[in-house]
Structures are given as C-alpha cells and as structure tokens.
C-alpha cells in the first residue's frame, strides 16, 4: 500500500534561519507531488506541484522553493525564514492512471512551522 | 491565489438536518474534488466529480456540477456529530489542484 511521510511535525525556526522540510512517498512511482501552506482558519495555498522529477511549477514568488531529487521525494526550502512563512505545510501525492488525472490526493500530516 | 470561494464560510446545524455548501471556481477543469479536515490536521478526500457528469452519490453525500457556471455544491444528509469538521472543493485543471477556502460546519447533537 502506498504511504506518505511528512516530517518534521512541529518546527521553531528564528527569523532568518534556513528551512528544510522534506516529504517522501512510498509504494508508487511516478505520483504527482504538491506542497501547500495554510494560514489558521484559512484554506490551502497551493506552492508548488510538480508532475516528474525536475519538473516543478510554482505558484507563489516568495522566499520558498521546492526540489524533487528523486521520484518519491519531494523538498520546500527556503534561505532564510520571515515571520510570515509560519503557517501549516502539507504535503500531498496522486497517482496517475491516464491523462485526465481524475484520481485523489493522500495528504501528510502536516508540518507547523512557527517562526519567530 | 486560491481558485475560488465557497458558500457559506460557516454553517451550524443540528444532527439529522442537511448540510448544504456551494463553490465556485475560476479555470477550466477536469474535474473537482472535496475534502474534508478535521481540527486543522490531514485532508481527506469525499468525493471527485467529472467535468463530464453532474451529479454523484456516495453514501450520504452528494454532489452536483455546473461547468457552465463554474460552481460545485456538496449536500451531506442527516448529519452526525461526526461530520463537524472544515470542507473543501478543489478545483483539478489538469494536475494542478486548487483549493477553495472552505466551509466550516459545526453539528451540534
């Protein structure tokens, strides 16, 4: 069966401080990869998704960036931490069964990242 | 940017009654989905609808598609304590998933 390991669950990071947040997907190959961010009480902010390794589209300008080094891995980084990038990270996979994609996520459990 | 908004924000009703919660979306898709999460934690999925049906049930949720409107609602039937949680359309264009900004309901017994 396929699972999805989002680690670490909880981070205190200081302003400034780089980010490594890191998501793996296990029993599939070639699974759609997503990161989003939600703010308390808020709805899901689409980061980044990418559809294969090396290819990664991004969805907001900010200080963060995403890397997929290998086909289940996926990774949100950032240089250097601002107050505003706390929030709820979570990370998601999809299968893919034909071109149309009509297929569900699995969803992490999440990483709350507080920054201070 | 998020895709869209979804009607109402919150919505508190008692157990037994319908929930009902509608959602608009903005690009064209291939399908949409909802989601349900509970106390800020994990998503998990209810449903998916094709942007060539309609309608579809699934146990006690159902759900129905305008394309032509682009707008979704999700009606969940005699509910339970149970289904109090925060709910979720997502728009699929094609790989990217876009979330709308949710429903909170709250089922009080």
């Known amino acids: 069966s396929q699972t999805i390991h989002q680690w670490p669950a909880t981070l205190v990071q200081p302003v400034g401080s780089p980010l490594s947040l890191e998501c793996t997907v296990e029993?599939?190959?070639?699974?759609?990869l997503y990161w989003y961010r939600q703010a308390a009480g808020r709805g899901l902010q689409l980061l980044f998704y990418s559809v294969g390794i090396g290819q990664i589209s991004s969805e907001v300008p900010q200080n963060l960036s995403a890397s997929r080094p290998q086909d289940r891995q996926f990774i949100l980084s950032s240089k250097k931490l601002l107050l505003s990038d706390s929030g709820f990270y979570l990370c998601?996979?999809?299968?893919?069964?034909?071109?149309?994609?009509?297929?569900?996520?699995?969803f992490g459990q999440g990483t709350r990242l507080t920054v201070v | 940017s998020q895709q869209g908004e979804e009607d109402p924000q919150a919505l508190s009703i008692q157990e037994g009654e319908n929930a009902t919660m509608n959602c608009s979306y903005k690009?064209?898709?291939?399908?949409l989905q909802w989601y349900r999460q509970n106390s800020g934690r994990g998503l998990v999925h209810l449903i998916l609808i094709r942007s060539n049906e309609r309608e579809k049930h699934s146990g006690r949720l159902r759900v129905t598609l305008d394309t032509s409107k682009k707008s979704s609602s999700l009606l969940i039937t005699a509910s339970r304590a149970a289904d109090t949680a925060s709910y979720f359309c997502?728009?699929?264009?094609?790989?990217?998933?876009?979330f709308g900004a949710g429903t909170q309901v709250v089922v009080t017994p």
């Open positions: 690009t064209s898709i291939n399908n």
């Open positions: 998601a996979w999809r299968p893919i069964r034909d071109s149309y994609m009509n297929t569900e996520a699995f």
């Open positions: 029993g599939t190959s070639n699974p759609n």
């Open positions: 997502v728009a699929d264009s094609w790989g990217k998933l876009q």
